[in-house]
């Protein structure tokens, strides 16, 4: 049994402890959770003092869930000296103090992981790392703060800026001071811990230039509307002849553009390298599950606990729905199912493959239709 301390149990830290009791109460055990205050002590493993959780001789793993430089550092830093792992979701410490922790844990045979610090669900740095194994990564742009993505596309369907990033607290994805997000602020630490994983270049958050969404007005909305593209707050960094051109900045994004279809929540990293050309990955930035999710495939990078177990299969192709595009000389059999013309109704997979067989026409194509159909 891997026992563990958490050190946060807001929202991310919640997320993290419904993972481990939902699929991990086998192998992790939660032995002590740090609380903000006496109200937040829900049983007895819940304690205020952060030494209980820290000192605890039977804790090889912290997860720090707390967020804000001071004084998540200086437990971080001790739980690294002290002969614990250490997995982080604080980009705003980790981006501002990288130097010091990674010197901390590489001095003290520690590990400190932060896969929830950017990106939120995405695993970019496991791909980053395994993907620079093999290849050289010349620029990185991405969609990276789920807040600010969020209020730009409720923006775009005609919410205002207030209700949006309402909305956006109330969901989980905001900042405890939601300005790091509208700012940029956010979007510029995790902007430096991607340069430091993927160019080995430490760049400090304030190197950064920096330009938010704070300032946006419906009117920039509808003028990207009419141009018919959509405003994002995007984060840049490339190698040029010089250095690295790192930059956050809102964009006027195509339509066409994969960027463009990233809305609510989610984030989206694309990467350009030598040998793989462009490689793009999306996923929830924000809230509680996602986050925890990648803290909790940190956990298990560190300690291979579960052996994988096969269950016999179950093929269930009667649940799920869909539409689907049919091609035959035999429609007579589908007419019950089409509506219009070529495209079914929505019908289980069962109900298609029986229909086929009915057919019996060796020629006939059928697809997947995603989206709408009017
Ligand atoms: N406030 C952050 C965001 C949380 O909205 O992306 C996840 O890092």
Redesign the pocket.
């Known amino acids: 049994m891997l026992s563990i301390g958490l050190l946060g149990a807001g929202v991310v830290g919640s997320g993290v402890k419904r993972i481990l009791e939902e699929k991990f109460s086998e192998q992790v055990c939660i032995r002590k959770i740090l609380v903000r205050s006496d109200r937040e002590k829900l049983a007895e493993n819940y304690t205020t003092d952060p030494y209980e959780v820290l000192d605890d001789e039977e804790i090889s793993v912290i997860i720090e869930a707390m967020g804000g430089i001071h004084p998540a550092y200086d437990y971080v830093s001790y739980a690294l000296s002290h002969h614990k792992n250490v997995i982080s979701?604080n980009?705003k410490m980790l981006a501002n103090c990288y130097d010091e922790l990674m010197e901390t844990a590489r001095s003290n045979h520690t590990t400190l992981r932060y896969e929830a610090?950017?990106g939120?669900g995405i695993p970019l740095f496991h791909n980053i790392s395994r993907l620079q194994r093999s290849d050289t990564i010349s620029s990185v742009k991405g969609i990276?703060?789920?807040?600010?993505n969020?209020i730009l596309s409720e923006m775009s369907t005609g919410l205002s800026f207030e209700e949006a990033l309402q909305n956006?607290q109330k969901l989980g994805?905001?900042?405890a001071d939601p300005s790091?997000?509208i700012c940029g602020y956010?979007t510029q630490n995790?902007l430096s811990l991607l340069c430091a994983d993927v160019f080995h270049t430490r760049l400090k958050p304030e190197e950064i230039p920096l330009f938010g969404i704070d300032r946006i007005s419906e009117v920039d909305s509808e003028i990207a509307r009419g141009s018919s593209r959509l405003i994002k707050l995007v984060a840049s960094a490339s190698r040029t002849e010089n250095g690295i051109e790192a930059f956050v900045m809102p964009v006027f994004v195509p339509w066409e553009d994969s960027f463009a279809s990233i809305s609510g929540?989610f984030?989206i990293l694309r990467l350009e390298s030598d040998y793989l050309g462009r490689f793009e990955m999306t996923a929830q930035?924000?809230g509680s599950l996602p986050?925890a999710d990648a803290i909790v495939q940190d956990l298990m990078d560190i300690h291979h606990t579960a052996d994988r177990v096969f269950e016999k299969g179950i093929t269930d192709l009667n649940t799920n729905r869909y539409r689907f595009y049919i091609n035959t000389s035999n429609p007579e059999v589908f007419t019950d199912i089409t509506k219009h013309n070529l495209i079914t109704v929505k019908v289980t997979l069962q109900t298609l493959i029986d229909k086929i067989k009915e057919a019996n026409d060796p020629d006939i194509f059928v697809a997947l239709y995603e989206g709408d159909y009017d």
């Not at 990276?144 to 600010?148: A, F, I, S, V």
């Open positions: 979701a980009k610090a950017c939120g990276l703060n789920g807040t600010c969020y956006a994805y905001a900042e790091d997000d956010d995790k929540n984030n930035g924000a986050t």
